[in-house]
Nanobody, 115 residues
Framework: QVQLVESGGGLVQPGGSLRLSCAAS????????MGWYRQAPGKQRELVAT???????NYADSVKGRFTISRDNAKNSVYLQMNSLKPEDTAVYFC?????????WGQGTQVTVSS
């Protein structure tokens, strides 16, 4: 079992920035993907960005050029730098861990973009 602890959400004005962090602990496989998903009220959970052990990244079209995902394999951590935030980025952001035989979700952190 892998536990994920997120931090860094909050309230920010449009155009502002936030940095989310997620630390994994427990029975972590040597090869895994970590990423961020988000869910806005009344909408389905959607992919934001993912990163593999080798550093390959994948982004939703809606965040390309504004968000950057990174990871520290030594710390089993993943980060999401969010710039130029828009009101439509408002959602609960979830950290995700995916290995061959297991996956885990974080508890979620609220990001609100509003003036």
């Amino acid at each position: 079992q892998v536990q994920l602890v997120e931090s860094g959400g909050g309230l920010v004005q449009p155009g502002g920035s936030l940095r989310l962090s997620c630390a994994a602990s427990g029975s972590i496989f040597s090869i895994y993907t970590m990423g961020w998903y988000r869910q806005a009220p009344g909408k389905q959970r959607e992919l934001v960005a993912t990163t593999t052990n080798s550093g390959r990244t994948n982004y939703a079209d809606s965040v390309k050029g504004r968000f950057t995902i990174s990871r520290d394999n030594a710390k089993n951590s993943v980060y999401l730098q969010m710039n130029s935030l828009k009101p439509e980025d408002t959602a609960v952001y979830f950290c995700h861990y995916q290995a061959v035989l297991a996956q885990s979700w974080g508890q979620g952190t609220q990001v609100t973009v509003s003036s």
